[in-house]
């Protein structure tokens, strides 16, 4: 493990919602927020309504800056961020994760505490100079975010789905040589 848990389960979570924007949108509908959730189940308040849909769809673009910049500019993201947002840090455990910080309450926004999230654990990356460790995927067509958590730093794409068509591209490149 590169990161403690809850910061690579916060930088999974903000790269699938970063991610949720390349076309098709999927964060489209409320159907689409209960999918979110269910692969990354936050505790705390959670409106399941439209305009907390509008709220993240909204944040897109923010975590998206935050996540991609070098590491002086996501230090401003962050520092911004933390500006931006009334804080209550403790430590806390629940549902069978050991001890971690929030930072927010748990009735503020489901958005805010995303950012405030996020922010947190990219704290932890800018600390273990790990800002390579997300950048934008290899395939030539897409724009979405990679998130490489592997011991060998060998991961270049956002998806299987990418990686596979740039393996396939590849090899079909070989061939021809052949």
Excluded at 84 to 97: E, I, K, M, Q, S
Excluded at 119 to 128: E, G, S
Aim: contains cysteine.
């Amino acid at each position: 493990m590169i990161f403690t848990s809850d910061t690579e389960e916060a930088l999974r979570a903000a790269v699938a919602l970063v991610n949720s924007a390349q076309a098709p949108d999927a964060l489209a509908s409320l159907d689409d927020l209960a999918g979110f959730l269910v692969e990354f189940p936050y505790t705390g308040r959670i409106d399941r309504d439209d305009a907390e849909l509008a709220e993240l769809r909204a944040l897109r673009p923010r975590l998206r800056a935050m996540l991609l910049a070098p590491r002086d500019d996501m230090a401003s993201h962050i520092n911004t961020a933390l500006a931006d947002v009334d804080l209550a840090p403790r430590l806390t455990r629940h549902d069978g994760a050991d001890w971690h910080l929030h930072a927010v309450a748990d009735e503020h926004p489901l958005p805010e505490r995303i950012l405030i999230e996020t922010t947190m654990a990219l704290i932890d990356v800018i600390r273990a100079h790990e800002g390579s460790r997300i950048s934008v995927c290899d395939d030539a067509d897409c724009e979405a975010v990679a998130l490489d958590l592997s011991r060998n730093r060998s991961k270049r794409y956002c998806s299987t789905t990418c990686a596979n068509r740039n393996a396939v591209a590849a090899y079909r490149a070989r061939r021809a040589r052949d």
